[in-house]
């Protein structure tokens, strides 16, 4: 059952410029958070934004939240090698667990 | 250091085989979560657990089964019915019932021989 789903699959940028992926879900929500996960690695929490929240930010990240559209986007700003990942949104609704998206590939070029 | 350790890091099975997957965490989170991830897709739920003694069944549980005795571990057993289980498995945990986000293990990966 995929409850978010993050767009675009893939996207390559220069070192320095802005990175911003979208996260669409289907039904109501009580949370959305965003993980990174480099390549064989697990995932690491980022940032989770609340429903009566519509803005959220944590160093180089930024959140946006729009329940009204049922969607989100995450803005990594000054974008660095390191950042290179796989990004995924989750949706909670305030029960036992919470749906992953299948992710965003970020590539950033040198 | 709090976290989640995932053992091992690699593991091989013959058809046929059972293969037990370790977790354990130290965090004194209450709820913990096993999913599995196949190349380029998101995570699925196996199996998830909110106190000791309990699990409930995920999206994909056919083929797998776990145990949690105690609050620091949930080990996930791949048992022969799990017809296509080679893929990347991820432990997590999580406090209030993941309102705070989850803590996620370095992974198992699990290839059939």
């Known amino acids: 059952s995929q409850q978010g789903e993050e767009d675009p699959q893939a996207l390559s940028i220069q070192e320095g410029e802005n990175a911003t992926m979208n996260c669409s879900y289907k039904?109501?929500?009580?949370?959305l958070q965003w993980y990174r996960q480099n390549s064989g690695r697990g995932l690491v929490h980022l940032i989770l934004?609340?429903?009566?929240?519509r803005e959220k930010h944590s160093g180089r990240l930024r959140v946006t939240l729009d329940t009204s559209k049922k969607s989100s986007s995450l803005l990594i700003t000054a974008s660095r090698a390191a950042d290179t990942a796989s990004y995924f949104c989750?949706?909670?609704?305030?029960?036992?667990?919470?749906?992953f998206g299948k992710g965003t590939r970020l590539h950033i070029l040198p | 250091d709090g976290g989640i350790t995932q053992s091992p890091k690699y593991l091989f099975r013959k058809e046929g085989q059972n293969v037990t997957l370790s977790c354990e965490q130290n965090?004194?989170?209450?709820?913990m979560y096993w999913y599995r991830q196949d190349p380029g897709q998101g995570l699925r739920l196996i199996y998830y657990?909110?106190?000791?003694?309990?699990?409930q069944k995920g999206d994909i549980a056919e083929g797998y089964s776990v145990s949690r005795e105690k609050k620091e571990s949930f080990p996930l057993t791949v048992t022969s019915a799990q017809k296509n289980p080679t893929a990347f498995y991820l432990c997590?945990?999580?406090?209030?019932?993941?309102?705070?986000?989850?803590?996620f293990g370095s992974g198992t990966r699990l290839t059939v021989v």
């Open positions: 039904t109501s929500i009580n949370n």
């Open positions: 997590a945990s999580s406090m209030d019932r993941g309102s705070h986000g989850y803590t």
């Open positions: 989750a949706t909670g609704r305030g029960g036992d667990k919470i749906i």
């Open positions: 934004i609340r429903s009566n929240e």
């Open positions: 657990s909110q106190i000791v003694n309990d699990f």
């Open positions: 965090l004194n989170h209450d709820a």
